[in-house]
């Protein structure tokens, strides 16, 4: 058996599934609340930003080899996304209700990046020690392709991100935009 057999499990069929039902729960938290009209487009284009900073980190680790580069990548798209999570929460409890049970899920938003990020790491940990300059490999910081992942790997990640993250972050970001100016508290800045 594969030693990191275990590793790539908990990864794909615990971490990565977890984020996403994650990331649906808080769209339904932002519905509850009427996020529309609290903060309109603004909050909604934020999250979207947020799905880029954690997009590109992962389609790389699906597509390209992953070496030092593709792991630096991981590192500063993370925290790019702590501090957009951060300026993302201060615009909610500026216009809007945040419960409690939404801090929690914002709690996992935040772990659970960057959980994969470390198994990814653990599954590739010769060059993650090389990024620190340590271990006997040379760090490699060059963009290197891999065998593609067949169809029917992608197809359901595929479809359960697009019908649990893209499809209602998208229905999000509409109402907001047909929310009608007038209608939104106009001393929120």
């Known amino acids: 058996m594969d030693m990191l057999a275990p590793?790539?499990?908990?990864?794909?069929?615990?971490?990565l599934p977890l984020w996403v039902l994650a990331g649906f729960a808080d769209y339904l938290c932002h519905r509850a609340t009427d996020i529309e009209h609290a903060s309109g487009p603004r909050e909604s284009a934020i999250h979207w930003l947020m799905l880029g900073e954690v997009g590109v980190p992962l389609l790389a680790a699906v597509f390209l080899k992953v070496n030092a580069l593709v792991m630096a990548v991981m590192i500063?798209?993370?925290?790019?996304?702590?501090?957009?999570?951060n300026l993302d929460l201060k615009l909610a409890m500026r216009t809007r209700y945040v419960s409690p049970v939404e801090?929690?899920?914002?709690?996992?938003?935040e772990i659970l990046p960057f959980t994969a990020m470390l198994l990814v790491f653990v599954l590739h940990w010769n060059q993650a020690l090389a990024l620190l300059g340590l271990g006997g490999e040379r760090a490699e910081w060059f963009i290197g392709?891999?065998?593609?992942?067949?169809?029917?790997?992608?197809?359901w990640p595929g479809i359960a991100f697009a019908v649990f993250a893209l499809l209602p972050y998208a229905e999000e970001l509409?109402?907001?935009?047909?929310?009608?100016?007038?209608?939104?508290p106009s001393d929120i800045g």
């Open 7 to 15: 590793v790539w499990d908990v990864l794909v069929y615990v971490v």
């Open 76 to 85: 500063v798209f993370l925290v790019a996304h702590e501090i957009t999570g």
């Open 174 to 184: 509409i109402r907001g935009f047909r929310t009608k100016p007038f209608e939104r």
């Open 145 to 155: 392709t891999k065998p593609l992942p067949s169809f029917a790997e992608l197809m």
């Open 103 to 109: 801090q929690q899920i914002h709690s996992l938003l």
